[in-house]
């Protein structure tokens, strides 16, 4: 059974920088799997981030960017802003029968 | 303005089915791969189907396979999952979610606002 594995949980500073990983059990994340980032705040609907690693949508702050760092799909925060307190999810492409998995999230909490 | 609006949970006991829905509008639907995404109270995403736009290609996590079935009826623009016996395990909130392509890439940018499934023993 494939594992995706996030940080539980992060704290960062306002006006911070912050980076989230995302493992795969399977190997190196590449952009053949092609990671995407989701905020979920609490009680609301997730909300689409990044897609295909590095791709933002129209509505992604400037702030949030994707990457692949170390084996692993990465997403960073430069100049973290209160509201961006929220759970963070991951998931990846596997293609075959069980297409996707994702991560188990990450709490980050700005302090 | 793309519009996802899920429908069809509710209360059913254990061993029980129920159809969901996913209204859309706001896109060429029958353009774009669809996903069912779940979550359990309190806990994480979990992708549980996919089909592609043409409704031919369909995906499945193991937790549901051969009891949930992916459908879509692009004429109606309207994607479904039905949901046959039911365990406890599959009390969540069902997200409909809108791919980027045709294909089942699982690069989303919209998703429903869920509909919520209580299976009771």
């Known amino acids: 059974q494939t594992v995706v594995t996030q940080e539980p949980s992060l704290t960062v500073s306002p006006g911070g920088t912050v980076t989230l990983t995302c493992a795969s059990s399977t190997g190196a994340v590449t952009s053949g799997s092609y990671p995407n980032w989701f905020q979920q705040k609490p009680g609301q609907a997730p909300r689409s981030l990044i897609y295909n690693t590095d791709n933002k949508h129209s509505w992604t702050p400037a702030r949030f960017s994707g990457s692949l760092l170390g084996g692993k799909a990465a997403l960073t925060l430069s100049g973290v802003q209160p509201e961006d307190e929220a759970e963070y999810y991951c998931?990846?492409?596997?293609?075959?029968?069980?297409?996707?998995?994702f991560g188990g999230g990450t709490k980050l909490t700005v302090l | 303005e793309v519009h996802l609006l899920e429908s069809g949970g509710g209360l059913v006991q254990s061993g029980g089915s129920l159809r969901l829905s996913c209204a859309t509008s706001g896109f060429i639907f029958k353009s774009y791969a669809m996903t069912w995404v779940r979550q359990a109270p309190g806990k994480g995403l979990e992708w549980i189907s996919s089909?592609?736009?043409?409704?031919?290609?369909?995906y499945y996590a193991d937790s549901v396979k051969g009891r949930f079935t992916v459908s879509r009826d692009n004429s109606k623009n309207t994607l479904y999952l039905q949901m046959n016996n039911l365990r406890a395990e599959d009390t969540a909130v069902y997200y409909c979610?809108?791919?980027?392509?045709?294909?089942?890439?699982?690069?989303?940018?919209?998703w429903g606002q869920g509909t919520l499934v209580t299976v009771s023993s």
């Open positions: 979610a809108k791919d980027l392509s045709t294909s089942s890439s699982l690069n989303f940018d919209y």
């Open positions: 998931l990846l492409y596997y293609g075959g029968a069980q297409l996707g998995v």
């Open positions: 089909v592609n736009g043409g409704g031919t290609n369909t």
